[in-house]
């Protein structure tokens, strides 16, 4: 017995040491979350950061990630899409924030150089804190210039903001579980699912046709582990 436990201790007095490093070397990080909002050329979008495929089968419309873990640094996100000229951007993250990035196709104008085509842009959303309550933020990359919003709350009263395009538009959601009923221009979409309290962000995108449509999701803050 005592030399199986003269044993342990030598063993932990190697490994005992090398294991504590590895657990301060852990390298700090930070997440990315992709919501597809391409509707114009074909195929699925492709994701890559820092020149890596995060996804070979890539991404269909309205599809939304989770957070992507990446080290804690500035990050070249670039996006493509068959028939769509691609699009980058570099990403900043800090320690346990998640950046949300938001791809959608413009249209540019035909000049004399090249005929008219679509490019994809993209738009990034910083996480916002929420202590208390919830809140719904929608943000439009519909090529709609303005989006009315009518948010239905538990007593049946509604709320209506309008929604730039490119831009981001807050409400208190009262509403503490189940699903929020929501209108875009008088067009019942997708109920908003309520759990915790946070922030819920509606993301409107156009469709293949230019019917907006909407996703959600509640915006987590993921950590990393320390």
Known sequence: MRTIFKTWLCLWATLGPIMAENE?????????RVVNGV???TGTLKLL?????MQPDGYNLGDATGGIGMLVGTHKVTFKKEGVKEGSSSIGLGQDQTVTVIPFAEKVPATDQEPGHFRIQILRLKQK????G???SFVSVSSQPEIKVELEDENGNIATVFVKRLSVA???LNYTQGYA????NGVSIKPIPIGGIGNYVVVLYDDPEGKVQSLNFRDFKFLSAD
């Open 24 to 32: 301060k070397a852990s390298p700090p990080t930070g997440f990315i």
């Open 39 to 41: 509707a114009q050329g």
């Open 49 to 53: 950061i820092d020149g890596e495929d």
């Open 129 to 132: 804190e929420v202590n208390s």
């Open 134 to 136: 919830r809140t719904a």
């Open 170 to 172: 807050e409400t208190p």
């Open 181 to 184: 009923p929501a209108k875009v």
